[in-house]
């Protein structure tokens, strides 16, 4: 059974910084992309992030965000700059048609708080 684990959030003064990561347990053979979505209160899950043959980012996040991925580990990151109050969500990271003994599927984090104060 695989499951996505993240770490890294937490409550951070505007203009600053925090990592992101995110990592699976259990047996990945190969994954078709990874990313990083977000929710704020009251609104819809959004695309932050996501990493595969290429790089794609939000409008609101570019220049400030950089999604990585480490193929070895199966494990994804967010370095996010230039923090801003807007930025406050639940993240959650997200592993597109990831191949296991279970087959092809997407699988999803629990979500990680991130609290951006002004």
């Known amino acids: 059974q695989v499951q996505l684990v993240e770490s890294g959030g937490g409550l951070v003064q505007a203009g600053g910084s925090l990592r992101l990561s995110c990592a699976a347990s259990?047996?990945?053979?190969?994954?078709?992309?990874m990313g990083w979505f977000r929710q704020a209160p009251g609104k819809q899950r959004e695309m932050v992030a996501t990493?595969?043959?290429?790089?794609n980012y939000a409008d609101s996040v570019k220049g400030r965000f950089t999604i990585s991925r480490d193929n070895a580990k199966n494990t994804v990151y967010l370095q996010m700059n230039s923090l801003k109050p807007e930025d406050t969500a639940v993240y959650y990271c997200?592993?597109?048609?990831?191949?296991?003994?279970?087959?092809?599927?997407?699988?999803w984090g629990q979500g990680t708080q991130v609290t951006v104060s002004s």
């Open positions: 997200n592993y597109n048609r990831a191949r296991t003994y279970a087959g092809v599927r997407d699988y």
């Open positions: 259990g047996t990945i053979f190969s994954i078709n992309a």
């Open positions: 990493i595969g043959g290429s790089t």
